[in-house]
Nanobody
Framework: QVQLVESGGGLVQAGGSLRLSCAAS????????MGWFRQAPGEERAFVAQ??????DYADSVKGRFTISRDNRKNTVYLQMNNLKPEDTAVYYC???????????WGQGTQVTVSS
């Protein structure tokens, strides 16, 4: 059974930093994309960042502030978030692709709250 477990969320002041982690178990994702999405209250889930092999992509709203990385030995993906803004407040979800072209596996989410 595949599981994705996020950690690292919390409450931080604007301008601060957080590092999210997502540990995968049940299968290896080193050959497939992994990503981060977020959902703010009253809004739809939105793409934040993804990593495919060594190629990374980011939403325009987080470019230059967030960095996605992965440690294939640990089957873990990270999201370093710097210069956080109140509009970054959301539940952040980790996702992993099983090779079908989409994200089939999702974590339970971790809350990030940025105070002004």
């Amino acid at each position: 059974q595949v599981q994705l477990v996020e950690s690292g969320g919390g409450l931080v002041q604007a301008g601060g930093s957080l590092r999210l982690s997502c540990a995968a178990s049940g299968r290896t994702f080193s050959s497939y994309p992994m990503g981060w999405f977020r959902q703010a209250p009253g809004e739809e889930r939105a793409f934040v960042a993804q990593i495919r092999w060594s190629t990374t992509d980011y939403a325009d709203s987080v470019k230059g502030r967030f960095t996605i990385s992965r440690d294939n030995r640990k089957n873990t993906v990270y999201l370093q978030m710097n210069n956080l803004k109140p509009e970054d407040t959301a539940v952040y979800y980790c996702a992993a692709s099983g090779g079908t072209g989409g994200y089939e596996y999702w974590g339970q989410g971790t809350q990030v709250t940025v105070s002004s």
